[in-house]
Each structure stands twice: as C-alpha cells, then as structure tokens.
C-alpha cells in the first residue's frame, strides 16, 4: 500500500511540475511586455523631463533681457553682436557647440539641447509676453499681428519658431500639428489672456482669516515660453504603435517673471 501511494506521488508531482512549465510559457510574454512598456514610457519620462527644464532656462534667460528691444530677424544664434529677444531665447532649444548636429546647421547652434533632439523643421517653440497693471487687464504684447489667438474679446499675441526661422515670416504654426501632420485649426497655446488672468487674480477668500495678503506689486510682466516636440518611440513595437501614436508629442511650458515687460506710465 505504501509503494502505490509512493507512485502516485510521483505521478501527480510530475504532472504539477509540467502544469508549472505551461503557466510560465503563458506568463512571460505578458510580463515581457509589460517590462518593455516600462521601458518605453521611462524614456518618454526623461524627454518630457529635458522638455521641461529647456523651457525653464529659456524663461530664465528672457526674464533678464527686454522684448522691446533687440534687432528683429537676426536667425543666427551664434551671432554676438545681433540680439533678437524671441529668437535668442528660442537658440535655448539648439544643441551645444560641441554637438555633431551642429555641423549640419551651424545658425542653429550653441543652445543646451542634449537629450530632447529637437527638430527645427517639425517641432516648434512659442513665445509670449504679458504685462499686467495693477487695477487692469492683463495684456498680451504684439509681436506680430498675423499671430494671435482670439478667444471672444480677448486678443493674445505670441512669436512661433517655426513662423521665422527663414528669417522672413512665413506662416507654418509647427505647434497646431499633430506629430502625423493633422492640423488642429483651433490649438491655442497653454499660456493665453484669461489663463494669465486667472492666475494672477486672487479674493480674500484664498487665504486664513487671519492673513493679510500683500498688495502685488502695481505693475507685472510676464513671459511663457512653451515647447512642442514630436519623440519618437525607443522601442517602436508594433503592439504599442498600434494604440500609441509614433511619434507623440511632448509639450512643455513654462511661465516666469519679466521685469522689463511691466507696463510704463504714460507721461
């Protein structure tokens, strides 16, 4: 009796050690791609990252400069003696001197672009400047007048990369694309009139009974500086393109202080 129950045992341990082999084959594959989906979104994560610090040192580097003055359609970003507010802050978005893409297109150099790749010729940067008075509007300062959103009376005007890089104004709007070529007639960008208005109107009722909010300062400027990238997938596997587009965009902004934007008396 003991020998048969000995056999038996083994017989079933066999059987569970082959049941085991079967859940592990059907396993794998899911876990495989979960890891690889890992993998890709990781990436993603980094380029959205580079997105977003490029834009913050390039709203550092207008925040200290003025948008009044400058020399309008200097394209070059090495050039030292020909300063254009919107186009310099845009080189922000250009790779390093030392980077092999230089080579190709040496106007479009000097920037700290190390990682995200951009691509003048598909991606684009918008720039756009705001000056507040206390008691007031916010208002968005003309660059140029063909590029403007208007949201019912609100009028905002912002500077596109991508509408200048030929030095002459060409309308293209690289940001109104999707990454396969739609065009979204109605995109705006992040940073618009009632946006900024918004963020900087505050009630009593936004703070603690007993704090006294500071008085803002009576006169405000502003610039947002947002970036459109497409990115490619790393990986590229067909069941993640499937549902994913490839490329996607990334996009990026930011907002900052801009002293020299703050409206003047009128004498």
Known sequence: MIKLMNKLTQKRGKGFRGQSFVELALVLPVLILILLGLVEVAFFLG???????L???AAR???IRDPFVGTSG???CATQNSFD???????IFSPPPDDPRCSGNPAWCGGMDKYLDYNPDTDDVVITVFSYREGEAVQSVEKQAQEKIV????????WAFSNHKTGAYVETNNWKNDCQGNTDANAKPFYTLPKVRTLTAYTPGEFP????????????????VEVYVCHDQVLGLPIFTAFVPNPIKIHAYTLMPL??????PTP
């Not at 507010?85 to 080189?91: A, G, R």
């Not at 002293?259 to 003047?264: C, G, H, L, N, Y």
């Open 47 to 53: 380029r959205y990252l580079d997105a977003l610090d």
């Open 85 to 91: 507010f919107y186009w310099d802050s845009s080189c």
């Open 151 to 158: 949201e019912g009376s609100d009028t905002s005007y912002y």
């Open 74 to 76: 200097d394209t070059d």
């Open 61 to 63: 580097f207008a925040s």
């Open 209 to 224: 009974a007993d704090v006294t909010p500071i008085a803002a300062p009576r006169n405000i400027g502003f610039v947002a």
């Open 259 to 264: 002293p020299a934007a703050k409206p003047t």
């Open 55 to 57: 834009t913050r040192e």
